[in-house]
Structures are given as structure tokens and as C-alpha cells.
């Protein structure tokens, strides 16, 4: 069985002013995002301020989807009586799907902005996006946080700042997963010519199919558990990313 090894979440201390890790990482991130844009932009036919602006755009749609899917998909009622806490995003609360649902308007203004094809634009950052997601879940594993499920397993790991049960190391399964398994799959499916729509497709199934499999050891959400037919909300917001990847799919080799 394995501790965690508990790191300070604070990475550096400027008087006042505390850098923490978790932020470190989704500033990772957002530089790995344009890094590797910027590899692939002129193939798109985007230049360097391109990939800017669609940062830019992303980083707006992830805060807000983020936070506002937290709000309505998890705890609905809280925030009706405390709507004010809404803005507190430094209190933690983030969604993956409404980050996602986010992002999405916020491409899809730019393609309306820039007279580019949504879709088009969707190709091209679904495998910018899974290294994001690798360093975020990188985050959770440093500040101890969304442990997995109480297990047996020789890698069991207790997280102390949680409780001192033996339980998955859930955020290394999302990282393996989501991020880095998934970025393999894109980047290399990606690298050839293929219909509009079959990459941003590929990642919907990916991600979907990862996610509600690394669900299965992750600890649901203490003021909710799991619900309907035993799987957790994250399961559930992820079956409609299958299904919706699955109609792109047939709708991208049949144009």
C-alpha cells in the first residue's frame, strides 16, 4: 500500500501572493496548447495570432463552461439559494463537461467571427486538448483531491488530507487515460487528411468511453454518490459524448 506523499499545493510563496500548483498546471496547459498548434497551424491554414485568439477563446470558454456546468450539473439547488457563491471560482468547483460545452460556443463564436467552418476548427484543437487535461488531472494528484474508490489493490493509495482508507489513485487512471493515452490516439490519427468532423469525433468517443471507465475507481462526489443504475453523474454526462461521437462519426464518412 502507498501514501501520497502529500505535497504543499502552494508551489511558490511571493509575500501575499501564493502560486499553486493546481493553477501551475492548467497554465501548462494552456502553453502546451499553443505549442503544439503552432507545429500544425500552417497545415490548417492558421498563423501564430490564430492560434492566440483560439487560446484566448478557449481559456474563456473553460472558466465559464467550467464553473457554470459545476453550478447546474452538480449542485443546482446550492447555488439557487447561494447564487452569489457562483462567482467564488477561487473556492473550487469546476466541470469537465460544462469546460467542454464551453469551449465549444466560444469556437463557435470564432468560426462565426472569422468566417472559418466550426467543425473545421474543432479538428484541429481536439488533440491540442488531452495533454491540457493530462496536467490538470496531474493537479488533482498533487493537491490530494477526487481520490478513487476504497480497494484492495497492491497499488492502493492512502490520502491522508482525505481519510486513511486504501483507495484508487483515480487521478493517475484519468491522467494515463484522458490525457495521455488520448493524445496519442489523436495526434497520431490526426497527422492524415480526413473528413470534416471524423477527428473532433474521435474525440468525443476517446474521451467519453476513458472517462466513464476511469469512473468505475473514481469516489463519486460526496453530495451526490451514484445515481440512476449505479454510475456517477461523471459517467452519465459522458454516455451523451459517446453517442453525440459516434452520430459525427457516420456523419463525417458519409459526406
Known sequence: MLI?????PVAIQLGPLAVRWYGLMYLLGFALFAWLGRRRAAAAGLDARAIDDLLFYGVVGVILGGRLGYVLFYKPAYYLAHPLEILAVWTGGMSFHGG???????IGLYAHRTGRS???LT????PLVPLGLAAGRLGNFINGELPGRVTDVPWAMVFPQFDLLPRHP???YQFALEGLLLFALLW???A???????VSAVFLIGYGAFRFIAEFGREPDSFLGLIAFGLSMGQWLSLPMIAAGLWLWQRAHRS
Not at 4 to 8: E, G, W
Not at 100 to 106: E, K, P, R, T, Y
Not at 123 to 126: G, H, L, M, N, V
Open 118 to 120: 466550426w467543425l473545421a
Open 188 to 190: 497520431r490519427y490526426s
Open 192 to 198: 492524415r487528411p480526413r473528413p470534416n468532423g471524423a
Open 123 to 126: 479538428d484541429f484543437i481536439a
Open 100 to 106: 467542454f460545452l464551453g469551449v465549444l460556443i466560444a
Open 4 to 8: 501520497h506523499p502529500q505535497f504543499d
Open 170 to 172: 483515480s487521478q493517475l
